[in-house]
Each structure stands twice: as C-alpha cells, then as structure tokens.
C-alpha cells in the first residue's frame, strides 16, 4: 500500500479534498486515500459519497485502505472518473453562457394522450438567454451542483459580475471559509448566499467583514454552534440564518450562557438537528430582534416559559423579556406529549404563528389533542399548522372545549388543573357547568342538551345521498350516532367509520371511540360528521 509521491502526475488529488464523480455533478463525495491497490495496476483514488451509495467501508481484499463514514459509503474510483471542479466563473460560463446540447433539448418534451413525445419549444427562450449571459446586468445566479471548488482569480469576479445580490452555491465542492470570503469579499453587492451541502472544514482564518450579507443559507454543512459564533464577528447584517440538518445538539455561547450579538437577526432556522433540552434553546431567547424560530424536526420534548416572564439571563449582561419579539415558533415532527407545553406558549409575550403538528400531543388519533382544543388554549395564536384561524372557528373551538371540559369534569373535579383557561373561557360565554338532571321535562329542558349535526355520506359505494341536518342529544354516542346514519341513508349492510370535518384542519378527525358521546368528543353546535364505508 504506497501513497503517490508529489511528483506523480495524480497528485491533482489529495486526501480531505471535495470531488465529484466527472459524469454526474451531484454524485460528491470526499478523497480519503490516494495510491495503490492491491491486486490491480496503477494509481486508484478512495472517495467516501456523501450519499452512501459506495461499495464498501474502505477495505479490499481484507486490506484497510481508509475509514468511509458508512459500511458502504466508500468505494475506489480511477483519477480520470472523478473532477476536482470548477472555478466560479467557469461555472458561470457553463450555466448562462453554453448553448444547451441537443440531449438537453430532446430531454424537453410532454406526452401526447396517445403517449408520443412531443416536443416543447420555450417562447423567448432566445431572449431570456441573451440577458442572462450579460453577465454585468445578472443580479441573482444559481450554480448548485456546478462542482464549483474554487473562487478563481479574485479581481475577475467583481468585474464580471459587479451586480450579483443573490448567489446559489449549493451542492458544490467548496469547503474552506477562506475561498468563500473571498468570493463575497469579490461581490459587494452580495445579500444571500446559499451554501446548503458543500462539506465546510472547521473555521479557521477571519472572514472579511461581510456588511451586505443579510440572508445566509448552511443546511447540510457539518457547520456546529461554536463555528457560528465565529462567523458571527463577520456577519454583522445577518438577517436570516438557515443551519439546518448539521446534528447540532447544543447551544454553546463564546463568552456567557447567553447567545449575544446577531443584533439583526430576524429569522433562525435550526430545523432536523438533534436538539433535545429546551435549556439549549433558552440561550437564545435573548436575541432581541428574532421573529422567527424553526425548531421542527428536532428531539425535543417540553418547553418551559421562564416565570411571569421575568428575565432570564446573567446578571452582567442586559436583559430582556425572553423571546421578546418572536412571533413564529414551529415545533413540528418533535416528541411534545405533555399539556403543560402548549400551556406555556401563551407566556411568550408576541407569540401568534405555531407548529405541532407531527407530536404526541397533537395526534388525535392516539389520544392526544385535536384542532380545537389547541385553538381553545392558545389564546393569542393566529395560525396553527400553516393554517389561518378564523374568528368564527376560534369561537367554535373555544365553546366545544368548554363543553367537552364541562362533561369531563362532571366525572373527574380535579381535572379542572389541566385546563388554565377554562374558566376564563366558560365565563365569557355564559355557558353553564350544572349536570343535567336525568328527570328534567318539557321543550326547554330536552333542546338545551341538542345539537344540530349536519351528516354528509362521502362512501364511494353509497351512491349520491343529499346531506341531513339532525338535532341529537350531545350526550349521543359515536356508536349510536353510526346506528342512526345506517337507518338516516338506508345503509343496512355497511359497516361505517365517523369523521369530523373541522374548519382550518387538513384531515377530518376520526371518531373511532364508540363509547363516546358527541361532548366528550367536543362536537359542537353545525358540526360537519362525514359517514364513510369501512375499508
């Protein structure tokens, strides 16, 4: 096992160095071993693939030649398969300048109705090509998967490109910070890079001090926390920070247990890393301009609002309200199961826009709680799940749960602790908490205990059957309501499955508890039920 001397032509390679396989520009990886194997001539190349897809761990023939990240990420490739990239501006030749090739444009077609290719010709794609290869009017470029590994010659970028604010570098092979400042240093104009899936190496030399940079893209990096607090001294307009998807785990300020500094930063994206104690997040609740936080996809489990809101930071530095200005917070696809979270979102001061979907907490299907009931305890949300909260349904929502709390609490008094705003909420409708009397008469007594149910059939084999408005008793049971349906829509031989369409959520709700009655499940005055076959 010899590695090449330097004087060996394939020295073009070299260990820790990005490449990428010279027929495909998407296929990366890294150079872990150059030289010779056993058993087979000349001079071979070990790559670990980012993607996974290799061979083997590193070993031929029970020979170690180099440690692949994967049992199959690594394979042997010969020099002349693999590119070691592109300039920036070679790229920029390539992707605005080359005329595209035919297997390009014979790979542009629809499929007739008989299945026939036909071709599809791109109105003022002349025109729109012209433009884009001026380079000194481009103000937004894309290079992703260009295999760009390098700045180039430094002066000819700004002469070049004197005007790009947009530039997307992902997918490529850079990986020194040093290149990167030198390309933004190259490009004064510069507000938004996207460096997503190029493989950074640990910060090591200063950034220029990058004052038009206001959205900054790291997805896929390997970029931690503490190489984020480096980068922070050069980033002093940094608006946006995206740093999804690096196995980041903790928060680790420089110089207190507070994040300090990004006194722009409107927007931090930390979305699928392994976060897992919301304390990691507390240290950024003093970044006085954050609006918003993506926490989705992360290994969190509750959350916590410091007390009455007082601050919470080091005496020696100045505090202010935690999460003063943070209006979006999405916590999706986490691990919240408890009621005490989502509680502890109404104490964040400007809090309106919330994810949960994707929790414990959230899955109704499993227990947890639905739509309304979330709606009901966030007071101040606005939008939940991506959806707008109507007033209508805010107040659809909070009677429900007043009425669902109400009949639980007829079983269960001490219940009442889990729900913060019922009697706020019970209050301000009128609505009474008095058991109904089993004896109770006459028209007063028997249409306050109904609801009026408007039941849609949506069973593929049901046939067209118009909707039916029915006053039930709310005390009327899943199972006794599909009794009803079968006698209402004449559907003797199907066994049927109950689902309520609730305003502003994507999927009905499934009432698959028989034993429950229209209150427990907290249906309320119009509700939608769909009647649909069992499967």
Avoid at 298 to 314: A, I, M
Avoid at 331 to 359: E, K, Q, T
Wanted: aromatic share 6%.
């Amino acid at each position: 096992m010899q590695q090449n001397s330097p004087n060996n032509s394939t020295t073009e390679f070299r260990v820790g160095q990005r490449v990428h396989a010279s027929n495909d520009s998407r296929r990366i990886g890294t150079v872990k071993y150059v030289g010779t194997v056993e058993g087979y001539s000349d001079t071979w190349v070990g790559v670990n693939w980012d993607n996974g897809e290799g061979k083997h761990g590193g070993s031929v023939n029970g020979v170690k030649y180099f440690h692949a990240k994967f049992e199959t990420s690594g394979s042997f490739v010969r020099p002349k398969n693999l590119c070691k990239g592109v300039s920036l501006l070679e790229a920029l030749e390539k992707r605005y300048r080359s005329n595209s090739t035919k297997d390009e444009e014979d790979e542009m077609y629809v499929l007739s109705t008989s299945n026939r290719r036909v071709s599809v010709q791109l109105l003022g794609k002349n025109e729109l090509h012209d433009k884009l290869s001026r380079f000194e009017e481009l103000t937004s470029a894309s290079l992703s998967f260009m295999g760009v590994s390098s700045p180039g010659i430094p002066c000819h970028i700004s002469t070049t490109v004197p005007n790009i604010k947009e530039l997307d570098l992902s997918g490529n092979l850079l990986s020194e910070w040093k290149d990167v400042g030198t390309i933004c240093e190259q490009l004064p104009a510069l507000e938004a890079l996207n460096l997503s899936h190029n493989l950074m190496s640990p910060y090591k030399s200063e950034l220029p001090l990058l004052k038009s940079i206001r959205v900054l893209v790291l997805n896929n990096t390997g970029v931690n926390w503490e190489q984020v607090e480096l980068l922070r001294q050069s980033l002093s307009a940094i608006e946006e920070l995206h740093i999804m998807g690096n196995n980041i785990s903790r928060i680790l300020p420089v110089s207190s247990s507070m994040v300090q500094g990004f006194d722009s930063l409107r927007l931090l994206n930390l979305e699928d890393n392994c976060i897992a104690e919301w304390s990691e997040i507390m240290k950024l609740s003093q970044l006085r301009c954050l609006e918003q936080l993506y926490l989705n996809k992360n290994c969190l489990s509750s959350l916590f609002y410091p007390d009455n809101g007082r601050q919470y930071c080091e005496s020696e530095v100045a505090c202010y309200k935690p999460f003063q200005n943070l209006r979006c917070l999405l916590l999706g696809d986490n691990n919240f199961s408890d009621l005490a979270s989502v509680d502890s979102l109404n104490l964040f001061p400007n809090l309106v826009d919330i994810r949960l979907s994707g929790n414990p907490i959230t899955d109704a299907t499993r227990g947890g709680v639905p739509r309304f009931g979330l709606i009901a305890r966030l007071a101040k949300v606005q939008i939940l799940n991506g959806s707008e909260i109507t007033s209508r349904e805010r107040k659809d929502s909070e009677i429900r749960y007043v009425r669902l709390v109400v009949s639980k609490l007829h079983v269960s008094p001490e219940e009442i602790k889990q729900h913060p705003r019922f009697s706020e909420l019970k209050n301000f409708y009128g609505i009474e908490d008095q058991k109904p009397s089993t004896r109770a008469t006459g028209p007063q007594a028997i249409s306050s205990g109904f609801l009026s149910i408007t039941l849609k059939c949506v069973g593929a084999s049901m046939g067209e059957k118009p909707p039916l408005t029915k006053k039930l008793p709310a005390s009327t049971t899943v199972g006794k309501l599909k009794f009803l349906c079968e006698s209402f829509f004449k559907l003797k031989s199907m066994k049927l499955n109950l689902f309520l369409q609730e305003e502003g959520s994507p999927l009905p709700l499934s009432l698959d508890n028989d034993a429950s009655s229209l209150m427990d499940i907290g249906v309320g005055n119009d509700s939608v039920i769909l009647v649909d076959e069992d499967s």
